[in-house]
């Protein structure tokens, strides 16, 4: 019960904040109009809306295990291949943000090897989408601690879902005509940091420097 009456104090926060103002309340009331779609992972650690500071109706928010894309094919998980098609063709929103973290279990899981053991094995069968990953940083660090693998493959897997939703016909076709731009972060709980991937430079590097550096 304690949980209970802290999440109603919560709600009463926010009313106090976000419906007490009438042309507030009337701007969420009259629809939603996001910019920005960001696809996070339901790790309980990273909120968008929190990390961003955003209030209601700034983001459109998709989020899954592993903050993972499917490709665009017919057998897609149809939740989250709707949500991204709502808010690219319906809400015609101008970027995507893809949203990864450091200490993901989901990827903790992909890189363990588990298979799919029965048939109400969710986590294991949504997880084959990143399975390409695994193989590549199995590839490409040999010899590494798993730590280093996870975190390689935390950031592979961004990249991983970028590539995926370049498979969208609709999505792409904006992304080549300027209407809609891509990003991947990372946000690195272990430092505080958030960390953007430039093509350019083909690695990620940091947008928001770490607390340490930050003193």
């Known amino acids: 019960m304690q949980d209970i009456e802290r999440f109603i104090r919560g709600f009463s926060r926010f009313q106090q904040r976000f419906m007490s103002e009438p042309v507030v309340r009337a701007s969420l009331r009259d ?16 909120d968008p809306a929190l990390l961003t500071g955003c ?16 490709p665009c094919t017919a057998d897609a998980s149809a939740g989250v291949s709707s949500a991204i098609e709502f808010a690219v063709c319906g809400l015609e929103v101008a ?12 990827i ?27 193989e590549e ?19 592979a897997s961004i990249l991983h879902s970028l590539d995926n939703l370049m498979t969208y016909p609709w999505l792409r076709r904006r992304v080549e005509a300027g209407k809609v731009a891509l990003h991947g972060w990372y946000f690195d709980i272990e430092t505080g940091s958030l960390l953007a991937y430039s093509p350019r430079k083909q690695e990620f590097l940091n947008l928001v420097q770490p607390l340490d550096a930050a003193a």
Do not use: Y
């Open 31 to 46: 629809g939603q109009h996001p910019s920005t779609l960001v696809i996070g992972c339901c790790d309980s650690r990273v």
């Open 55 to 70: 209030d209601p109706g700034d983001i459109f928010v998709v989020r899954n295990i592993a903050n993972l894309v499917p």
């Open 95 to 106: 970027r995507v943000v893809v949203l990864g973290h450091a200490r993901c279990g989901g």
């Open 108 to 134: 903790r899981a992909l890189m363990s090897g588990k298979r799919v053991t029965d048939e109400t094995d969710f986590v294991a069968r949504w997880m084959r989408i990143a399975e390409p990953v695994r």
């Open 137 to 155: 940083v199995l590839r490409a660090l040999p010899h590494k601690h798993d730590d280093a693998r996870c975190r390689a493959a935390e950031q």
